[in-house]
């Protein structure tokens, strides 16, 4: 469980947001200058909010109306910063170990082998930072922060500098972690990112809260598309791979129905993240028929936001799960698209990659 | 020995035991000094900062001077030490170690300032994320990152106090065997007819104690940077 609540005037600039997360991975997105990292290095502690409360699990950190502001080395906030910020004297493992010493006897946690061998930094322990690459530094940056047994971590665009190949030695991680039920705060600009990730996403804007709550209802919110960005506002539905086909193509099933994708990755029997970009989805009211696309699924539309340039988000329920497709308002006209009317969307198989598949 | 009268040689060790002994008592000065200089946000730091640099800037003669005044026997602070601890500055080797600490602290400080001002506090805020107290992310951050300006600033201040003349003979005279530190002996040398051929000796271990320094001092602190920037533990 997190809330937080800030208020803070800096440079005529004004932060004022509030939300609360359940736990899991609580993503705080926005474009620069919206006041992420403001909110973290609140968290943190290293810098005193003009007013605000944050509590993490059940730990007020910060409530100025009490007039409790703990320090930062006693709020216990495992942060990994953007720029990893190694310390350049020490080897890896003295890094690594650096906030053990300090961890409370009772605190739980995994072990130094445990967190050396899931990110796979092994070989880096008697080397120094300098001698790093930029995703081994981010590796050995997380590895610290969670060694000091934090009851909260900070992830501040840990990716963000890394390319695509390195981004996925450290996604999988990432979920492994959320998974074992470790809260984390994750900044981050990119939707791949926070599809993949989120169970709570908090969407930033100018200092203030534009939209926070689970995840999928976020990022399949027509009014907050645009937020996203046209190339990457997409919803993410659920899916259970069923199995893998001769050509090479994965059988899952949703809730609407059988889909076909390449790259998936996992056994048999697993859950899936699929991310869905609007601008990839076809509406149709009828099954479509001699068609390339292999994906077709039955939905109702559930709400409809018109944008500029005669564009318009769709939003459509398929099954459990809604989606976000982007398509014209003289389409929606034609097909007399409305909340209520059913249609069938269609999804290319080849659209979907593996940067949008999350565990 | 070699033409150097033995009690020459007494001023080189005397010299170096002065140096030795004015770095070791002024190093954790000089850190606290550098520390609130670089980081403190206290008024009156430029009083601080004026008064550290006093002795860079007056006559070595006039620091003498006001040593004498203050730290003599009869001084506000030589009195008081010499009742209170039997410690006696005057005329004493002490005093010229105490004259050597003083004109040598603006060095030290500007190098050791030059230092902290180079170490990212990012990597002091990391330590505090991780649990660390100030002063644990003080002796196990800030000081070993510091540590190639605290070498840079101990040598020059070691450097200064084996030259340093004017303040410690105005201060402590040039007694031999007691205050005769090694420019006072050239100077003595130099007052007696003959005394040249030991003078030009003693000018040359002079010399070669400055090379040493700065060797050393660069030997160091490129075994420290490896340390602190390298690739390998």
Redesign the interface.
């Known amino acids: 469980m997190l809330e937080i609540a800030l208020q803070h005037e800096f440079g005529g600039f004004a932060l004022d947001i509030a939300f609360s997360a359940p736990g899991g991975v609580t993503a705080l997105f926005g474009a620069s200058g919206a006041g992420k990292t403001t909110v973290v290095n609140a968290v943190?502690?290293?810098m005193q909010p003009d007013r605000g409360r944050v509590v993490a699990q059940g730990e007020v950190l910060l409530d100025t109306a009490a007039g409790l502001c703990l320090?930062?080395?006693?709020?216990?906030?495992?942060?990994v910063?953007q720029?990893h910020?190694l310390?350049?004297?020490l080897?890896v493992?003295g890094n690594l170990t650096?906030?053990t010493?300090?961890?409370p006897r009772g605190a739980t946690g995994p072990g130094f082998d445990q967190v050396v061998e899931m990110l796979g930094i092994g070989a880096l322990l008697?080397?120094?930072p300098?001698?790093l690459s930029g995703g081994e530094k981010a590796r050995v940056a997380i590895g610290?922060?969670l060694l000091?047994r934090p009851r909260l971590l900070?992830l501040d665009e840990p990716l963000a500098a890394l390319d695509a190949p390195r981004r996925e030695e450290i996604l999988p991680f990432l979920e492994r972690l959320r998974d074992a039920g470790m809260p984390v705060l994750y900044v981050s600009h990119s939707v791949a990112e926070v599809a993949r990730l989120a169970s709570t996403l908090v969407v930033l804007g100018g200092g203030r809260v534009l939209a926070a709550g689970p995840a999928a209802e976020v990022l399949a919110d027509p009014a907050l598309a645009a937020q996203f960005g046209a190339q990457e506002a997409g919803a993410v539905i659920h899916a259970r791979l069923i199995a893998r086909e001769d050509d090479g193509l994965a059988h899952l099933e949703t809730g609407a129905g059988p889909i076909w994708l390449p790259d998936a990755p996992g056994q048999p029997g697993e859950e899936l993240r699929v991310r869905i970009h609007a601008s990839d989805v076809i509406l149709s009211r009828h099954r479509p028929e001699g068609l390339s696309a292999l994906n077709i699924l039955p939905g109702v539309v559930t709400r409809i936001a018109p944008d500029a340039g005669g564009r318009a988000w769709v939003q459509v329920r398929l099954g459990q799960d809604s989606i976000l497709a982007r398509i014209t308002q003289r389409s929606v006209a034609a097909l007399g698209l409305a909340p209520g009317v059913e249609c069938f969307a269609v999804l290319k198989s080849v659209a979907v990659t593996r940067d949008d598949l999350g565990h | 020995m070699n033409g150097i009268p033995p009690e020459a040689w007494g001023a080189v060790f005397l010299s170096l035991k002065v140096a030795a002994v004015a770095v070791a008592f002024s190093l954790p000065l000089g850190i606290a000094a550098a520390m609130a200089l670089a980081r403190g946000r206290m008024p009156g730091l430029w009083l601080l900062n004026a008064l550290v640099h006093l002795p860079l800037i007056l006559p070595p003669v006039v620091t003498g001077y006001f040593l004498l005044l203050v730290f003599g026997r009869k001084g506000a602070v030589g009195a008081f030490l010499e009742q209170a601890f039997g410690l006696i500055f005057a005329f004493r080797w002490t005093g010229a170690a105490l004259a050597a600490a003083v004109m040598g602290f603006p060095l030290m400080v500007r190098a050791i300032r030059l230092a902290i001002e180079a170490v990212?506090p990012?990597?002091e805020?990391?330590?505090?994320?991780?649990?660390?107290?100030?002063i644990?992310?003080f002796v196990?951050?800030t000081l070993?990152?510091m540590l190639p300006g605290i070498i840079a600033g101990a040598i020059l201040a070691f450097a200064k106090a084996m030259g340093e003349f004017g303040a410690t003979i105005t201060f402590v005279s040039n007694i031999p065997g007691q205050t005769q530190t090694l420019p006072s002996a050239i100077y003595a040398l130099l007052q007696v007819p003959g005394g040249e051929a030991a003078a030009a000796r003693l000018a040359a271990i002079s010399v070669a104690v400055a090379l040493a320094a700065v060797l050393g001092s660069e030997v160091l602190s490129r075994a420290v940077a490896r340390?602190?920037?390298?690739?390998?533990?």
């Open positions: 943190a502690g290293l320090p930062p080395h006693r709020r216990r906030v495992g942060y910063f720029d910020r310390f350049p004297h080897s493992r650096y906030g010493r300090f961890a008697g080397r120094r300098g001698a610290r922060a000091s900070l | 990212d990012g990597l805020q990391a330590a505090a994320t991780l649990g660390a107290s100030r644990w992310t196990t951050i070993p990152l340390r602190i920037g390298g690739r390998d533990a």
